[in-house]
C-alpha cells in the first residue's frame, strides 16, 4: 500500500502546487472575467441597446468605470468603493445583482474573483478571438525526448508538440508514446483520404525504420486523390451543399460540379486565402475565369422556398440572409444571425453590422420567385467528354446538313425565276413544308425536319434518309445539351441595390438606409476599395482580419483531433469557450496565414489597414498552404501518439483536452461505409461526376414527400461510389449516415451520439450485409487455411493480425457459424443472396455464409468503427 500513499502524495502536492501558482497569478480579465460578465450581466448591461437598464453598459471599459452621482461600477484597487462589487454582494433582493428575477446567480468563487479583479487595478482587455494574432513565442520544455512504441520519435522536432508538452509539464502530465505503427497508418490513412490501407501499404509502413516514414506517409496520402474527397466533405457540410432545394417541393438541383470542384481545389493544393476569395466573389474578380465563377456556387447552396402562397421578396431577403450568416460562421466564428432583430447580447455586434454585412450579398439578381432549381444567374459546366461530344455531333450536324443541300439541288430542281419551294416537285406541298424547304437545311429544328420526314416519306425514300441523318444528328446534339449541369452562380446586378435595416428581421419592414461595411470592432474595409463581395473576400484573408486564421485552424485541428482547441467551432464570440491552448492556436493560425516571426503585418495590429486591389491568382506560396499545415498538425507526437488511456490521464483530464494521449472516438458514418467497401473491395473509385443512389429502405422519399418523390436505387458500378457522391435530398438525407448534417444550413461541428440504432444500419444495411460478403469471399479465394483467412479479414479491416486470445475466439465462432449453415441451407442462401453483385457460385454457400458472418462481425467491433 505504500506505493499508493506516494502517489496520492506526490499527486496532493502536485494539486496544491499548481493551485498556489494559480492564486499568485493576476486575474486575467479576457479569460476570468469576461465570462462571468457576458454570462451573469450583459443581459441587462451588454452591447443590445433596446434591453440595457439603467443606461450601464458592462462590455466597455468607459461605461464600467464612469462616474456617475459620485458613483461608479468599478474603482480601480477599491472593491469597497466599486458599485459593482457592493451590488453583487448584497443580500438586499431590492439591491442584489443580478436580481432574484433574472434566474441568474453569481456563485461565491464568482464573487470573490470579481472583488480580487478590482482590487489589483481592474485591468481591461479585449476579447481574445477579437485580438490581433501575434506568433507567440514556443516554449521551453523540460522533457529532452519521449520514445515511442516501436521508433525513437521526439516532440521537440514539431513546434505543435513544444506548446503542448509544455502545458502537459505544467499539469504535473507526459505525452503518451507513439502509437503502434499499424494503428498510426490506419489513423492517417482514414483521417486523411477516409479510406483504410490496403494491407501492402500497412506491411511496408511497419518495416520501414527510416527517421522520416511518417512523413514519406502523410506525403503520399496527400497526394492521393481521395485526400481532396475527404476533405470535401466537412466543406459541403459547412457550405449547406445538397441536391435538391429543400422545403415541402424539394426539386432536385446539379450544384455537383460545384461539389467536384472543391474536392479538386483541396488536391490541387489552392491556397485558402484563393479557395475563400473565389468561392465568395469568384465572379468580380478581373477576366473570371469558368472554374471562378464555378466557385461561386458556394453562396447559392441555400435552400430555395418554392412552396405556393410564398412572397418572392420575402423568399429573397431569407436566401441573402443565409448566405450572409454562412459567411459570418464559416470564416468568422461569429453567430451574425443574432443580430437580425437587434443588437447581439454578448458580443459586440451591433444590428448595423448584420445588415452592413448583409448588403454585400443584397446585389444579386435573384427576385426570389418560384422554385426554379437552376434559378439565375447559372452557368453551364461541360466535361470533357461532353465537350467531345458536342464537337463530334455538331461535325455530324455540319456533314449532314451539307449532303442535305445537295440533294434538295437535285430532288427539287428551281423552274426559271422560281425558288425551291416553288420547284415542280414541291409545288403540291403544304403553307408549312414549302416554308421549310425555303429555309437552309442547317438552319431547320428538329420538329421542321421531321415534318419533312412525314411528307415525303412514300415520295423520296433516299431523300427522307438525308433527313432522319441530320435530324439524329440534332437529337445526339440535344440530348449532350440536355444532359450538361446548370450550376447556380453569382453575379451583381448593374445597378445597386439599396439596403435597409429590417425591423424585426421581418422583409416588408425596412427601416434605415445601410451601406455595405465591415463591424464596427472589426478593422474597416481600406479606403477607396469598392464595396463588393470582392472587397468582403479579400478582407475576411487579410493579415489584420483577427478571427479568420483563427476559425480555420480551429476548424482543421477539429477535424483531426475531434474537437477544436476552441470546443465551439462555431462561435468564437464571449460565448464561446475560450481555447484550451490559447498559445498554440495563435501559434498555428499565423502558421497557416504565413505570418513570420514578428513581421507580418498581423503583428501589428489593425492600424494603417492597406488590401490590396490585384487580384489573387493561382500559385503556390507559403500563405494559406492546407497541405502543408496539415502535414505539420498530423507530423506532430500529439497526433502520432497512443490512444490508450491510463488512469492518471483519465483522472486528471478525462475529455483529453490537454492532449497526453491521441484522441479516441467513432469514425464519422460516411467514413464507415467507404471503410467496409474498401475493406471488401467493392468500392469504385472513379472520382466525379453526378450524385448516385446506393441502396436505401423503400418508402423513406416516398413518406417524407406525400408520395411525390420516389427513390430508385442504382445498380451496377453506381452502389459502390465513395459516400461523398451520394445523392443528398435535403428534406430527408441518405439513411445509411446517421450523425450528419442535415445540410439545410451552415454546419461547422457534428454532434456525436451512440445509440443502437446505429448498430442496425452497420450490421443490417445491405451495404454492409454484401461488403462483409465480398470480404469473406476474398479471404476464401486469396488463403487456404482457415488462420490465414482471419489474418485476410483483420489486416483489411484493423490493419493488424488477430491477437491469440482473438484469434481463439474467432475460431470457435467460426465454427459454430459453419455448423448453424451447413444445418440451415435456406439461411445461407438468403445471407448469400444479400446485394446485387455477384458471387462466386464455386464457393460452398454454407462455408461463404459463415465467413460473411464473421466478416460483419469484424466490421462492427468496436476498433473498426473507431479511430484508434
Known amino acids: 500500500m505504500k506505493w499508493r500513499r506516494s502517489i496520492f502524495l506526490s499527486?496532493?502536492?502536485?494539486?496544491?502546487?499548481?493551485?498556489?501558482?494559480?492564486?499568485?497569478?493576476?486575474?486575467?480579465?479576457?479569460?476570468?472575467?469576461?465570462?462571468?460578465l457576458s454570462d451573469k450581466c450583459f443581459k441587462c448591461?451588454?452591447?443590445?441597446?433596446?434591453?440595457?437598464?439603467?443606461?450601464?453598459?458592462?462590455?466597455?471599459?468607459e461605461s464600467t468605470k464612469r462616474t456617475v452621482d459620485g458613483k461608479s461600477p468599478v474603482v480601480a484597487g477599491k472593491s469597497g468603493e466599486s458599485e459593482l462589487y457592493r451590488r453583487i454582494a448584497s443580500s438586499d433582493a431590492d439591491e442584489k445583482m443580478p436580481p432574484d428575477d433574472s434566474n441568474l446567480t453569481l456563485s461565491g468563487e464568482q464573487i470573490a474573483l470579481l472583488k480580487r479583479w478590482i482590487d489589483e487595478g481592474a485591468k481591461w482587455g479585449g476579447h481574445w478571438s477579437l485580438e490581433p494574432i501575434r506568433r507567440p513565442a514556443i516554449p521551453t520544455v523540460a522533457a529532452a525526448?519521449?520514445?515511442?512504441?516501436?521508433?525513437?520519435?521526439?516532440?521537440?522536432?514539431?513546434?505543435?508538440?513544444?506548446?503542448?508538452?509544455?502545458?502537459?509539464?505544467?499539469?504535473?502530465?507526459?505525452?503518451?508514446?507513439?502509437?503502434?505503427?499499424?494503428?498510426?497508418?490506419?489513423?492517417?490513412?482514414?483521417?486523411l483520404t477516409g479510406l483504410p490501407p490496403t494491407p501492402n501499404e500497412v506491411d511496408a509502413f511497419v518495416a520501414d525504420q527510416s527517421p522520416d516514414a511518417v512523413e514519406r506517409l502523410v506525403d503520399r496520402l496527400l497526394a492521393s486523390p481521395a485526400y481532396g474527397e475527404r476533405m470535401a466533405w466537412d466543406w459541403l457540410d459547412a457550405a449547406r451543399y445538397a441536391d435538391s432545394n429543400g422545403y415541402q417541393g424539394d426539386s432536385?438541383?446539379?450544384?455537383?460540379?460545384?461539389?467536384?470542384?472543391?474536392?479538386?481545389?483541396?488536391?490541387?493544393?489552392?491556397?485558402?486565402?484563393?479557395?475563400?476569395?473565389?468561392?465568395?466573389?469568384?465572379?468580380?474578380?478581373?477576366?473570371?475565369?469558368?472554374?471562378?465563377?464555378?466557385?461561386?456556387?458556394?453562396?447559392?447552396?441555400h435552400m430555395i422556398n418554392g412552396e405556393g402562397g410564398r412572397i418572392p421578396e420575402e423568399n429573397r431577403i431569407?436566401?441573402?440572409?443565409?448566405?450572409?450568416?454562412?459567411?459570418?460562421?464559416?470564416?468568422?466564428?461569429?453567430?451574425?444571425?443574432?443580430?437580425?432583430?437587434?443588437?447581439?447580447?454578448?458580443?459586440?455586434?451591433?444590428?448595423?453590422?448584420?445588415?452592413?454585412?448583409?448588403?454585400?450579398?443584397?446585389?444579386?439578381?435573384?427576385?426570389?420567385?418560384?422554385?426554379?432549381?437552376?434559378?439565375?444567374?447559372?452557368?453551364?459546366?461541360?466535361?470533357?467528354?461532353?465537350?467531345?461530344?458536342?464537337?463530334?455531333?455538331?461535325?455530324?450536324?455540319?456533314?449532314?446538313?451539307?449532303?442535305l443541300v445537295d440533294a434538295e439541288k437535285k430532288q427539287f430542281p428551281r423552274d426559271e425565276g422560281k425558288e425551291a419551294d416553288q420547284s415542280s416537285a414541291a409545288a403540291s406541298a403544304p403553307d408549312n413544308i414549302k416554308a421549310i424547304l425555303k429555309a437552309s437545311p442547317?438552319?431547320?429544328?428538329?420538329?421542321?425536319?421531321?415534318?419533312?420526314?412525314?411528307?415525303?416519306?412514300?415520295?423520296?425514300?433516299?431523300?427522307?434518309?438525308?433527313?432522319?441523318?441530320?435530324?439524329?444528328?440534332?437529337?445526339?446534339?440535344?440530348?449532350?445539351?440536355?444532359?450538361?449541369?446548370?450550376?447556380?452562380?453569382?453575379?451583381?446586378?448593374?445597378?445597386?441595390?439599396?439596403?435597409?435595416?429590417?425591423?424585426?428581421?421581418?422583409?416588408?419592414?425596412?427601416?434605415?438606409?445601410?451601406?455595405?461595411?465591415?463591424?464596427?470592432?472589426?478593422?474597416?474595409?481600406?479606403?477607396?476599395?469598392?464595396?463588393?463581395?470582392?472587397?468582403?473576400?479579400?478582407?475576411?484573408?487579410?493579415?489584420?482580419?483577427?478571427?479568420?486564421?483563427?476559425?480555420?485552424?480551429?476548424?482543421?485541428?477539429?477535424?483531426?483531433?475531434?474537437?477544436?482547441?476552441v470546443k465551439t467551432a462555431e462561435d468564437f464570440g464571449v460565448q464561446g469557450e475560450r481555447p484550451v491552448h490559447p498559445e498554440l492556436?495563435?501559434?498555428?493560425?499565423?502558421?497557416?496565414?504565413?505570418?513570420?516571426?514578428?513581421?507580418?503585418?498581423?503583428?501589428?495590429?489593425?492600424?494603417?489597414?492597406?488590401?490590396?486591389?490585384?487580384?489573387?491568382?493561382?500559385?503556390?506560396?507559403?500563405?494559406?498552404?492546407?497541405?502543408?499545415?496539415?502535414?505539420?498538425?498530423?507530423?506532430?507526437?500529439?497526433?502520432?501518439?497512443?490512444?490508450?488511456?491510463?488512469?492518471?490521464?483519465?483522472?486528471?483530464?478525462?475529455?483529453?483536452?490537454?492532449?497526453?494521449?491521441a484522441p479516441r472516438y467513432r469514425l464519422p458514418a460516411w467514413m464507415i461505409r467507404d471503410q467496409a467497401l474498401a475493406a471488401s473491395g467493392l468500392l469504385v473509385r472513379q472520382i466525379g461526376g453526378s450524385p448516385v443512389n446506393p441502396y436505401q429502405p423503400q418508402g423513406v422519399w416516398e413518406e417524407a414527400t406525400f408520395g411525390n418523390k420516389r427513390y430508385e436505387p442504382d445498380s451496377g458500378a453506381s452502389l459502390y461510389r465513395r459516400s461523398v457522391y451520394t445523392f443528398w435530398r435535403r428534406i430527408v438525407g441518405p439513411t445509411m449516415f446517421f450523425d450528419s448534417a442535415a445540410r439545410q444550413v451552415c454546419t461547422v461541428k457534428q454532434v456525436r451520439t451512440n445509440t443502437p440504432l446505429h448498430s442496425l444500419v452497420t450490421l443490417n444495411d445491405v451495404t454492409y450485409v454484401e461488403a462483409a460478403r465480398a470480404l469473406a469471399e476474398r479471404a476464401i479465394t486469396d488463403a487456404a487455411s482457415d488462420d490465414q483467412r482471419i489474418d485476410v479479414i483483420f489486416h483489411r479491416v484493423l490493419a493488424r493480425s488477430p491477437q491469440p486470445r482473438e484469434r481463439g475466439v474467432v475460431t470457435a465462432a467460426l465454427a459454430q457459424l459453419k455448423t448453424q449453415y451447413r444445418a440451415d441451407a435456406a439461411a445461407a442462401d438468403k445471407l448469400l443472396k444479400i446485394g446485387q453483385s455477384p458471387r462466386s457460385e464455386k464457393l460452398d454457400p454454407a462455408e461463404h455464409a459463415a465467413w460473411t458472418a464473421l466478416a460483419s462481425a469484424v466490421l462492427n467491433l468496436d476498433e473498426a468503427l473507431t479511430k484508434e
Open 318 to 403: 431569407d436566401y441573402v440572409m443565409d448566405m450572409s450568416e454562412t459567411m459570418g460562421t464559416v470564416w468568422l466564428g461569429l453567430t451574425l444571425n443574432c443580430c437580425r432583430c437587434h443588437d447581439h447580447k454578448f458580443d459586440p455586434l451591433a444590428r448595423r453590422d448584420y445588415y452592413s454585412l448583409f448588403a454585400f450579398f443584397n446585389q444579386t439578381p435573384v427576385d426570389g420567385g418560384g422554385g426554379d432549381p437552376q434559378t439565375p444567374p447559372v452557368m453551364e459546366v461541360t466535361t470533357p467528354e461532353q465537350a467531345r461530344q458536342l464537337t463530334e455531333s455538331n461535325a455530324a450536324i455540319g456533314a449532314a446538313a451539307s449532303a
Open 442 to 565: 442547317a438552319g431547320r429544328n428538329r420538329d421542321q425536319l421531321a415534318e419533312l420526314e412525314k411528307h415525303f416519306a412514300k415520295d423520296a425514300e433516299e431523300y427522307v434518309a438525308l433527313v432522319r441523318k441530320l435530324r439524329e444528328a440534332i437529337d445526339v446534339r440535344n440530348g449532350v445539351q440536355g444532359s450538361i449541369p446548370r450550376v447556380m452562380v453569382m453575379a451583381d446586378m448593374p445597378t445597386p441595390r439599396k439596403t435597409f435595416m429590417l425591423d424585426k428581421g421581418l422583409y416588408d419592414k425596412p427601416g434605415e438606409e445601410v451601406s455595405a461595411a465591415t463591424p464596427a470592432k472589426l478593422p474597416p474595409l481600406a479606403e477607396g476599395v469598392p464595396r463588393n463581395r470582392l472587397a468582403l473576400a479579400r478582407w475576411l484573408v487579410a493579415a489584420e482580419n483577427p478571427l479568420t486564421a483563427r476559425v480555420l485552424a480551429n476548424r482543421f485541428w477539429q477535424q483531426f483531433f475531434g474537437v477544436g482547441l
Open 45 to 61: 448591461h451588454g452591447p443590445d441597446e433596446k434591453n440595457r437598464q439603467a443606461d450601464l453598459r458592462l462590455d466597455q471599459e
Open 145 to 191: 525526448e519521449y520514445r515511442g512504441a516501436d521508433a525513437p520519435r521526439s516532440p521537440m522536432n514539431n513546434t505543435i508538440d513544444a506548446f503542448i508538452v509544455a502545458r502537459l509539464e505544467k499539469e504535473g502530465l507526459a505525452p503518451s508514446p507513439q502509437a503502434p505503427r499499424h494503428s498510426l497508418i490506419r489513423r492517417l490513412s482514414l483521417d
Open 585 to 661: 492556436l495563435d501559434w498555428l493560425a499565423a502558421e497557416l496565414a504565413g505570418q513570420a516571426n514578428g513581421e507580418w503585418p498581423m503583428a501589428n495590429g489593425p492600424s494603417d489597414i492597406s488590401i490590396p486591389h490585384s487580384p489573387l491568382t493561382t500559385r503556390h506560396s507559403p500563405t494559406w498552404d492546407i497541405k502543408h499545415f496539415l502535414r505539420k498538425m498530423v507530423t506532430s507526437h500529439a497526433y502520432c501518439q497512443s490512444s490508450k488511456v491510463t488512469l492518471q490521464v483519465s483522472e486528471r483530464d478525462p475529455d483529453n483536452r490537454l492532449l497526453a494521449r
Open 252 to 301: 432536385e438541383r446539379t450544384m455537383w460540379p460545384w461539389r467536384d470542384w472543391v474536392a479538386s481545389a483541396f488536391n490541387r493544393n489552392l491556397p485558402l486565402d484563393e479557395f475563400t476569395v473565389w468561392q465568395l466573389a469568384g465572379d468580380l474578380l478581373p477576366e473570371a475565369t469558368s472554374e471562378q465563377r464555378l466557385a461561386t456556387g458556394f453562396c447559392r447552396n
Open 11 to 36: 499527486l496532493l502536492a502536485s494539486l496544491l502546487s499548481t493551485g498556489a501558482a494559480r492564486a499568485a497569478e493576476p486575474v486575467d480579465f479576457s479569460r476570468q472575467i469576461l465570462p462571468i
